[in-house]
């Protein structure tokens, strides 16, 4: 009797699974749709130059600096501060076994001076810089999506409507200003504390790991059409809404753009993303998620997952944050978000 009943409870559960995996593989090969990029950068010279500057700094520069020094800087500093007996001409000195522990003092030393001066610094560099270069590149992206077939004036006259599109349709004076500050004030909280909330959940034994993994897609996948949306001016709950209702597409989108963090060292893993991002970026820009994801529905007759509340944590945190302002403070950014 028992069984029986909870027969359709079972056949919802593998109905709803398969459909969550039908939406996450959509989502993963519309981020491995990389053949957009190219696209994109045809129709645009200013999108291939940002692109192409992201290359040089995270790949040639950034990644080349950490290939010199694996494999040429440490194997020489080995040569002429050796580590073993062996391979010291001067078998007086190799009998002191305190000149081997000084050898690997100063070899680690000077290792630590090149990370200090030179790497940390890059590092630095390159994510002031390239935070503003992504914002351009996902700017000119979203620009030469419709320049199939236009002309050179209306391409130009495009690029200047695209400048201003942050001033379209907001209320004029002080009230559109603190409608966009308060939206910008919220949604950089809201992803602040939901980054802490992925860092600290890998930490967890057994299961940390695989959380980590999920939250990072979901995280990557929010960033990339975070651009899109902004640019399209998608209001803040609208977003949140349609990113936590599909969350299984965004979950698939977001996953290749993580692979780097479980195979590489901490430092290689961000100069292999920060290649990579932009061209997600590109992807997400380009990319018919909203077409995919209602067509998928509509042969689904309109069945959904129901919303899955990904930043509630998040959204909590930040609210109490602001609970510390006025009331009207408050009130204001309830208003940012329906907007």
Known sequence: METSTNLPLINLLKT?????????LEGLREACCLHRVVILC?????????????????????????????????????WILPDQCSQIRSQELCLDSGILKFYSFLRLALIQLLYIFWFYPLYVFSIV???????????????????????????????????????????????????????????????????VEVNAIGFLPYIGKGFNFLLLSWMYAYYCFEYKWNFSEVGLDKRLDFFESNWAFFAGFGSPCVLAYFFFSPLVAYGVMAILYPLFVLTATASGAEEVISSKRRSWKGAGFGRLPIFYVADALSMKVLSFFSFDSQQQIQDDKAL
């Open 42 to 78: 045809r129709r645009s010279t200013k999108l291939l130059i940002r692109t192409g500057q992201c290359f040089l700094l995270n790949g040639f520069i950034f990644l080349g600096s950490m290939f010199v020094l694996k494999s040429a800087v440490i194997p020489f500093l080995l």
């Open 16 to 24: 709803k699974s398969k459909q969550a995996l039908v939406l996450y």
């Open 129 to 195: 810089l390239s935070t503003l270069w992504y914002n351009d590149i996902a700017k000119y992206g979203f620009a030469a999506m419709g320049r199939s077939g236009q002309s050179s004036k209306e391409l130009s006259r495009q690029d200047e409507t695209l400048q201003n599109t942050e001033q379209k349709g907001r209320l004029p004076g002080l009230g559109g200003v603190m409608i966009v500050i308060g939206e910008q004030v919220y949604s950089m909280l809201l992803l602040s504390f939901f980054f």
